[in-house]
C-alpha cells in the first residue's frame, strides 16, 4: 500500500490582460491582507496562492509577495517563449521571468491555443524551459464545447498532456509540473462543469500521469503528487463542491480573482 499524499491546494488567479501596475499592486495587497487576516486553521495542512498577473507588472507584484509569510505565494507570467533570447518581438524568455522574482509560468491557456493558434509542439517546447529554467509550469489542458459533444473530451485532453510534457524525459522533471484542466466552454462563461463531471476528467489526468511517470522510469503511484486544478467560472459559490472531489487539487481562476473578495472567498472554499 502506498501512503496517500496531501498535496498542497493551490489557489491561482489568472489575471489575464487586466490590472495596471496601480491596481494590480493593489489587487495582490488585498488579497495578501485577506488571505493574513484568515483563521489559522486555515494553515494546516497548508494551502498556498498564487499571482499571474500581466507581464508589466511580475516584478512588482512578485517583489510585494516575496516577504509574505501567512502562506506559501507563487507568482508567475502568463505564457514564455522557448528560446533563451533573440529576435522575438514582444515576447518573453525563462530568464526574463526569473529576473523579475517569479517562479511560474501558465502554459498552452486555451486563449493561447485557440485565439493565438500556439500549437501542441510550441507548448511542449514552452514546458521544457520552463522546466529547465526551474520554473513551475502550470500546463493547461481542456476541450471545447463541440469535442465534449463528440465525446472527444478524454482523447483532446489526453493527447494535450502529452504533447505538452513530451520533451520532460525524466520522472523528476514531470514531478515539478502543475496541470490545469479548463474546458474551453466553461471559461468565462459562467457555466462550470459540475464536480462530478470535473472530477472524471481529472481522475483521467491522473491515470494519464501514472503512465507517463512509468514511461520516464518513474513509478506510476508519483502521479499522487502531481497537483491538478480545475479552471472554468470558479466562484466563491462552487469552489468548496468543486475542491472537495478528490482529484480536484485547486483552482485557476480568471474573472473572480480580479476581486479581493471573491478570490478570498475561494480560498476560503478550498478549506
Ligand atoms: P474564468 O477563467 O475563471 O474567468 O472562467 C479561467 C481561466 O481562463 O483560467
Known amino acids: 500500500m502506498t501512503e496517500p499524499v496531501n498535496r498542497t491546494p493551490l489557489i491561482a488567479g489568472n489575471w489575464k490582460m487586466n490590472t495596471t501596475l496601480e491596481s494590480g499592486v493593489a489587487l495582490a495587497k488585498n488579497i495578501l491582507e485577506g488571505v493574513a487576516a484568515i483563521d489559522a486553521g486555515f494553515s494546516t495542512p497548508g494551502w498556498e496562492i498564487a499571482f499571474y498577473p500581466p507581464a508589466t507588472s511580475l516584478a512588482l507584484v512578485a517583489d510585494l509577495c516575496a516577504g509574505f509569510d501567512a502562506c506559501d505565494v507563487l507568482v508567475g507570467a502568463q505564457n514564455m517563449h522557448a528560446e533563451d533570447s533573440g529576435a522575438f518581438t514582444g515576447e518573453i524568455s525563462a530568464e526574463m521571468v526569473l529576473s523579475c522574482g517569479a517562479g511560474s509560468v501558465l502554459l498552452g491557456h486555451s486563449e493561447r491555443r485557440h485565439v493565438f493558434n500556439e500549437t501542441d509542439a510550441e507548448i511542449g517546447a514552452k514546458v521544457k524551459a520552463a522546466v529547465d529554467a526551474a520554473i513551475t509550469p502550470v500546463l493547461c489542458v481542456g476541450e471545447k464545447l463541440e469535442e465534449r459533444d463528440a465525446d472527444k473530451t478524454m482523447e483532446v485532453v489526453a493527447h494535450q498532456l502529452e504533447a ?11 514531478k515539478t509540473v502543475i496541470v490545469a484542466y479548463e474546458p474551453v466552454w466553461a471559461i468565462g462563461t459562467g457555466r462550470t462543469a459540475s464536480p462530478a463531471q470535473a472530477q472524471e476528467v481529472h481522475g483521467f489526468l491522473r ?65
Request: aromatic residues 4%; contains cysteine.
Open 164 to 174: 505538452g510534457i513530451e520533451g520532460l524525459t525524466e520522472a523528476e522533471q514531470l
Open 207 to 271: 491515470k494519464e500521469l501514472g503512465k507517463a511517470f512509468e514511461k520516464r522510469g518513474g513509478k506510476a503511484e508519483d502521479r499522487e503528487t502531481i497537483r491538478i486544478l480545475y479552471g472554468g467560472s470558479v466562484k466563491p459559490d462552487n469552489a468548496s463542491e468543486l475542491l472537495g472531489e478528490t482529484d480536484i487539487d485547486g483552482a485557476l481562476v480568471g474573472g473572480a480573482s480580479l476581486d479581493a473578495q471573491s478570490f478570498l472567498g475561494i480560498c476560503e472554499g478550498s478549506n
